[in-house]
């Protein structure tokens, strides 16, 4: 016949109690509840330990076993094989996975950082269909996921998307998508009627599928950072333009810094400062046509002086070149463009 036995904890810090560890078989814990009902009042039992025993308690000579709780600590037979095993705050996992779009970029990164890109399965059925599949555990881990959208954009970007999506279901703590160059970013305003802003349906896309955080490099323009509604970090590409100029051991009166339209004032401007505050001058452009670009005039003085273009990216060379051409014609002895993203499409 089995038998049970309820046994209420002393006020005193040490409780004691008499039962045997071959005789238990399962203990089940309540904490402390009081409850009034009408003119009778009762009390549960507080910190009570009830055990169902499966067999009468054989105490053996008299003597049972004493076992202690202090401090609310449980005797090693009462205690869970798992109770204490706790992962520690500093057990920070951070794990880098690769698209397609730029492996050997990822594979430096990795590199530069010390750590090996995380195995990720990325094939496209025969009717274009892409198939994502982490080969390791991300559970818990802050994931970055580095995925330029350069061209084939579409391609590229329905690529992260789907990357980011297994990285939500496969529960990682944090998800931050990599895109050292951001598509659509020229999207990003109407200029004339019926037109689409790309840029922020990028940006939602990006956000509803689970991203937790966006690092972009060198926006084709800072409002872009607006249109997320999670945290975007903006790196610049100046720092290493910056260097490249200080070795060529130009005269800082000689500079002349030039921003290939009016849309890249800002950019040039703030690139100017850099460089001792150096004069700025504005290539007054013209388009007819998307990728069509047509040189009409140049505002500022750049005769007998270096002129460094400064521009987010270079995507057909057309404003580029013209500029160039423009820059020479005016007088200029030499003409450096820098650029951070090379579409070159």
Request: glycine share 6%.
């Amino acid at each position: 016949m089995a038998s049970s036995l309820a046994v209420q904890s002393s006020p005193t810090p040490t409780a004691s109690f008499f039962m045997s560890s071959s005789s238990l078989s399962r203990c089940s814990f309540a904490h402390t509840s009081l409850s009034f009902n009408g003119p009778r009042s009762r009390m549960a039992p507080r910190n009570t330990i009830k055990c169902d025993i499966s067999e009468p308690l054989n105490f053996g000579n008299g003597k049972p076993t004493i076992p202690v709780l202090n401090d609310r600590t449980l005797p090693k037979f009462l205690e869970y094989p798992r109770v204490g095993k706790t992962v520690s705050r500093k057990d920070i996992r951070l794990k880098l996975f690769s698209g397609t779009a730029n492996p050997s970029l990822s594979q430096e990164i990795a590199r530069y950082m010390g750590l090996e890109l995380g195995k990720i399965n990325i094939k496209r059925f025969a009717d274009g269909e892409i198939y994502v599949k982490l080969q390791e555990s991300v559970r818990g881990c802050d994931v970055f996921l580095l995925q330029p959208t350069c061209p084939p954009a579409n391609e590229n970007l329905m690529e992260l998307l789907i990357m980011i999506d297994a990285c939500r279901r496969a529960s990682a703590k944090n998800i931050t998508a990599v895109i050292p160059y951001f598509g659509y970013a020229r999207a990003d305003r109407k200029t004339q009627g019926r037109e689409s802003i790309a840029a922020k349906l990028v940006a939602n896309l990006i956000t509803e599928a689970g991203a937790n955080r966006v690092l972009a490099c060198d926006l084709h323009s800072g409002q872009s950072m607006g249109y997320f509604d999670i945290p975007v970090d903006h790196v610049y590409g100046q720092p290493v333009i910056l260097d490249y100029l200080a070795s060529k051991r130009i005269c800082s009166s000689d500079l002349v810094v030039v921003s290939p339209d009016v849309g890249g004032v800002a950019r040039a401007r703030a690139f100017a400062k850099k460089l001792s505050d150096a004069p700025l001058a504005i290539v007054d452009k013209r388009r007819h046509g998307h990728n069509v670009a047509e040189v009409m005039n140049l505002i500022g003085d750049v005769k007998g002086k270096v002129a460094v273009m400064v521009d987010d990216m270079i995507d057909t060379a057309g404003t580029i070149a013209n500029g160039a051409a423009l820059l020479h014609e005016e007088g200029a002895r030499e003409v450096y463009a820098c650029c951070t993203h090379a579409v070159f499409s």
